[in-house]
């Protein structure tokens, strides 16, 4: 028998709460306010380029990013995008990822530091991409930064991001149908998840909550807020392995509808043997 919740009561319970009963307020009692269009879009996570030999791999991962969703209309990168934060790590993975020729969104991850401290060249090479809100086709996104320097367990997200946050939701749309990206995993359970994800979480109970990419755990996890599912993937990296143990590298190709639901698909990314080395 499924248990009914009034809005009043799902609101009292917290976000690891109502994700555990599959509950979501916000996307229950929210219709949308602005009709959304279907939207096609990639979503990757953890690139960790490293070197001059990473160009040549990501050169080939792009071109069969663009043949496995040619109508896409954006990209989605869940941090990590450097594997030491460096400019010409940084730039690499810029100048790669505009082959897409359309929009790409990034968020910062702990890799994309140069010291614990020092997150320069990620601000000047990827430019007010830290917590940002833009629309799209009806759609609301938010990326966010969930790093706490070059941390990458048992991490904080800073007092910055929720401030950020409180400051900008009451001047969103709660009814639209809402996408966040983010680079830590925000799902319970999931390994080197933040210790305060439900204080980031509990701010969109009353959002109509469409979908939540995550990245920093390499491999496939998912959890359900109510219909929005919460997901980290496998990695997208010549450099690096998957923690789960599986060896598949690649993407998502995503697919928004105008109902308000996402769904996806994996599309593991096979590099030519010449590259790999």
């Not at 100048?95 to 060249?121: K, M, T, W």
Request: aromatic content about 10%; hydrophobic content about 35%.
């Amino acid at each position: 028998m499924t248990r009914k919740f009034t809005r009043r009561q799902s609101l009292r319970l917290s976000a690891g709460a109502l994700l555990t009963l599959g509950l979501w307020p916000g996307r229950v009692t929210a219709g949308n306010s602005k009709p959304a269009s279907d939207v096609t879009f990639v979503a990757v996570n953890d690139l960790h380029f490293r070197e001059a030999a990473c160009a040549h791999w990501f050169e080939e991962a792009v071109a069969a990013m663009k043949g496995s969703a040619p109508a896409a209309e954006f990209c989605l990168i869940a941090g990590d995008l450097a594997d030491s934060g460096t400019p010409e790590q940084l730039t690499g993975v810029r100048d790669v990822f505009r082959r897409l020729r359309i929009p790409v969104y990034s968020v910062i991850g702990n890799h994309d530091y140069r010291s614990e401290a020092d997150r320069r060249p990620y601000e000047e090479i990827f430019g007010g991409q830290i917590n940002y809100a833009f629309d799209h086709g009806g759609w609301q996104l938010i990326g966010l930064d969930t790093t706490e320097g070059i941390g990458w367990q048992n991490t904080t997200i800073s007092s910055t991001t929720l401030a950020w946050l409180d400051n900008k939701l009451p001047k969103l749309d709660r009814r639209r149908p809402t996408i966040v990206f983010t680079h830590f995993p925000l799902g319970g359970g999931v390994p080197m998840r933040p210790r305060n994800a439900d204080d980031l979480l509990n701010r969109f109970l009353e959002f109509n909550l469409g979908a939540v990419f995550c990245g920093h755990y390499h491999g496939f996890t998912e959890r359900t807020l109510g219909a929005a599912p919460i997901t980290t993937d496998r990695c997208c990296s010549r450099v690096r392995g998957n923690h789960d143990g599986s060896k598949e590298k690649g993407w998502f190709v995503c697919r928004a509808t105008a109902s308000g639901d996402v769904t996806r698909q994996f599309v593991e990314f096979k590099a030519p043997s010449r590259i790999l080395s």
